[in-house]
């Protein structure tokens, strides 16, 4: 069982994130079992976004960072997830983003970040705490078609720590196209994973 290690820390489990959907248990958002989440909101609005519905700077589930990490806490016990991916939206925009990043780094939990900023424009202390990180506008007149999930040329996928760097063929290698079908509390559908 995983514990919250007490650390002196200049950060607080009570900064908030604006949740949109969470997957406890998914193997569409990178390698592995994984617990994945769209955060609501994106200022970046890149045109033929995949998740239009998420670009809107509106509040949808305010949700502790104390209370997503015990989230991701119970997938880890029940399903045994390898990992988390942030998605969006634009993560980034999130208070919490690097409290949470830390807490999965100091718990052995691997963390994929997808964002539409370069990677230049992160917060070091955010870098500091990701295992791979995904950069770059979505380009509709880019699409790739080469690699899995990553929706266009101009994106990067930068391998911060060695965790993920022997599963670099997941992204490039031909595999059958895998979709994720929720269905969701708000009478809505959600499909997620390789939909390009």
């Given at each position: 069982?995983l514990?919250?290690?007490?650390?002196?820390?200049?950060?607080k489990?009570?900064?908030?994130?604006?949740?949109?959907?969470?997957?406890?248990?998914?193997?569409?958002?990178?390698?592995?079992?994984r617990?994945a989440?769209?955060?609501?909101?994106?200022n970046?609005?890149?045109?033929a976004?995949?998740?239009?519905?998420?670009q809107?700077?509106r509040?949808?589930?305010?949700?502790?960072?104390?209370?997503?990490f015990?989230?991701?806490?119970?997938s880890?016990?029940?399903?045994?997830i390898?990992?988390?991916?942030?998605?969006?939206?634009?993560?980034?925009l999130?208070?919490?983003?690097?409290?949470l990043a830390?807490?999965?780094?100091?718990?052995?939990?691997?963390?994929?970040?997808f964002?539409?900023?370069?990677?230049?424009?992160?917060?070091?202390?955010?870098?500091?705490?990701?295992?791979?990180?995904?950069?770059?506008?979505?380009?509709?007149?880019?699409?790739?078609?080469?690699?899995?999930l990553?929706?266009?040329?101009?994106?990067?996928?930068?391998f911060?720590?060695?965790?993920?760097?022997?599963?670099?063929?997941w992204?490039f290698e031909?595999?059958?196209k895998?979709?994720?079908?929720?269905?969701?509390k708000?009478?809505?559908?959600?499909?997620?994973?390789?939909?390009?």
């Amino acid at each position: 069982m995983l514990e919250k290690k007490n650390l002196t820390l200049d950060f607080k489990l009570n900064k908030k994130l604006n949740i949109a959907y969470i997957n406890t248990c998914t193997e569409t958002e990178g390698p592995y079992k994984r617990l994945a989440m769209w955060f609501q909101g994106c200022n970046i609005l890149c045109k033929a976004c995949c998740n239009p519905e998420l670009q809107a700077l509106r509040i949808r589930h305010i949700i502790t960072v104390e209370e997503l990490f015990n989230i991701i806490l119970d997938s880890k016990d029940k399903y045994d997830i390898e990992g988390v991916t942030f998605l969006g939206g634009e993560p980034t925009l999130q208070e919490g983003l690097i409290s949470l990043a830390f807490l999965l780094k100091m718990n052995n939990i691997g963390t994929i970040l997808f964002t539409g900023k370069k990677i230049e424009m992160l917060d070091n202390d955010l870098i500091n705490n990701l295992d791979l990180v995904i950069d770059g506008k979505f380009e509709v007149s880019k699409i790739d078609t080469k690699r899995n999930l990553i929706g266009s040329e101009n994106q990067n996928i930068y391998f911060l720590t060695n965790r993920y760097e022997k599963d670099e063929k997941w992204f490039f290698e031909k595999r059958e196209k895998k979709i994720e079908i929720n269905i969701m509390k708000e009478n809505s559908i959600f499909i997620s994973g390789d939909v390009i």
